[in-house]
């Protein structure tokens, strides 16, 4: 028992640095294409199909998932120890934990990294990966508002039917999508805003950059994926790095923060703790063969990015859950010869004690 909260939390935070933003298949109501509305069911319907027949590779991947709960250690065992501290060391670069002289946590924040070529060929190009968590401070998402504003085009993500628009303050009407009432139960839990809700998607310079309903239902069953065979791979991941390890939030501390009467702050700060060894729960969501979740919702977004580049953009923001941005990283390097440079961090959650706070208004 004294393993599965810390599990639980970590698979919750995973939802919301990278797979947040697939509540908006059903949390975003906003003036999709009127012959698209039924998308959603049939997305969902294509996602959960029947179990792959014995012997194929699906249910090989299927039996993979299955092992992972009996045996966590397996669902990381088909990388080495160096991938592994490669991909803790890349999530780092996007987001982490401030700590002040005792060790206390002060702050969570996500990183713009700017990459550009290193040779003299497509002068001015810039294209700055902008990590976000879907549930933060206020003050964070004023900060991206008008960051967005100094750019010639937004790469945003949203798992929605082409064409879909959100307006302002987000959905329309409460969704009953897991992960969506996943996020809103935290963002009331923590004080804190709803992304979608926050941030101008309004604005001229916002471009779509991510699979729709049916192209995700159809990679995941391409694949021979479900989401419970990516929960069990993050499960074990996440057990396995608690493995013979003696930090970490207990049961008592997360009971404890439940019943304080600075709940949200002291929530806040346990779950923090859960971030510095998230990276390799991340990367289990890619499995040995990547996913789509991350991997190919990063391909299509990508296919955007080069058709802007052909269009003639130079400062160009890509916009997405901090877990996809170690693979476009990767892909920046490969595909198009970028760089990584400057490094800016902006805080999403405050995590100083409210005294301090108080004291320093």
Known sequence: MSQRIP?????????????GSLGTLATVRAEPPAAEKPVEKAAADRATAEK?????DAGK??????????????????????????????????LRIVRDAAGEPQSMQTSIVSYKPK???RKGLVVDLIGAVHVGDGAYYDKLNKAFADYDVVLYELVAPEGTKIPKGGRAEASGHPVS???QALKNILDLEFQLEKVDYTK???????????EFAKSMEDRGESFLQMFFRMMGASIAQQAGKKGGASDAEILLAL????????????????FENLGGTMSAIEGPKGSTIIGERNRKAFEVLKKEIAGGKKKIAVFYG??????????LANDFQLHPGDVKWIEAWDLSEPKSRRRGK
């Open 52 to 56: 792959p027949a014995e012997g194929s």
């Open 181 to 183: 009432a996943i996020q």
């Open 7 to 19: 599990s639980c939390w970590k698979l919750v935070l995973a939802l919301l640095i990278a797979g």
């Open 322 to 331: 901090a877990g996809h941005l170690p693979d476009m990283e990767k892909r």
């Open 119 to 121: 040779d003299g060929d």
């Open 61 to 94: 991947d299927e039996a993979v998932a299955s092992d992972a709960a009996k045996s966590p250690k397996t669902a990381v065992a088909e990388k080495t120890a160096a991938e592994r501290a490669a991909e803790k060391k890349a999530a780092k670069k996007f």
């Open 259 to 274: 019943l304080s009467p600075d709940r949200s702050f002291k929530l806040k700060r346990v779950m923090a703790q859960q």
């Open 204 to 214: 001229k310079n916002f471009v779509h950059a991510d699979m729709s309903p049916e």
